[in-house]
């Protein structure tokens, strides 16, 4: 199970080194919420922000951790300038009415996307919420399932800010 885990974090990371260079469609560029994201598309998104430190969570409306999580996401993506963070919410919620009713009441100052079905299996997903933290590098410098406390999370990425 653990190598299962190591070997879809170094596919991740090694799709991000190729994909990273590459250009980002239009349409992604103007993904609204209501967008399902595949891997690829979540990859291009990171390779977008390639200079910044990168969080991509990944969340459900029904999922009481992920709800206790998000708080903390918006108050980090207020308090870190935008030239050093970029925070995008990926949604695995099987319900789009689900979804939606959340994000009209959450307040999500970042990008919130579905998820299509190709994203579990190509993020090693086993758990939610699961966070994976980018360098500015682009590579994977944490991948933790289940809550992560906002005050842990942002002294990871003031680190990894600071040394960019």
Not at 53 to 60: L, R, T
């Amino acid at each position: 199970m653990k190598h299962f885990r190591l070997s879809a974090l170094f596919t991740a990371a090694a799709l991000i080194a190729v994909l990273a260079a590459a250009a980002v469609s239009p349409a992604l560029a103007q993904a609204r919420p209501e967008t399902a994201l595949s891997s690829m598309d979540i990859v291009k998104l990171v390779g977008e922000s390639r200079g910044k430190v990168v969080v991509v969570n990944f969340w459900a409306s029904w999922c009481g951790p992920c709800r206790q999580e998000i708080p903390d996401l918006i108050a980090m993506r207020k308090r870190i300038p935008e030239s050093k963070l970029a925070v995008i919410g990926v949604s695995l919620d099987q319900d789009p009415a689900m979804y939606s009713a959340f994000l009209g009441r959450a307040g999500f100052n970042y990008p919130v996307f579905m998820a299509k079905s190709d994203v579990t299996q190509a993020f090693g997903i086993r758990a939610i919420p699961r966070t994976v933290v980018y360098s500015p590098k682009g590579e994977v410098a944490l991948a933790h399932d289940g809550f992560m406390s906002g005050e842990e999370l942002e002294k990871v990425v003031i680190k990894l800010a600071g040394n960019s």
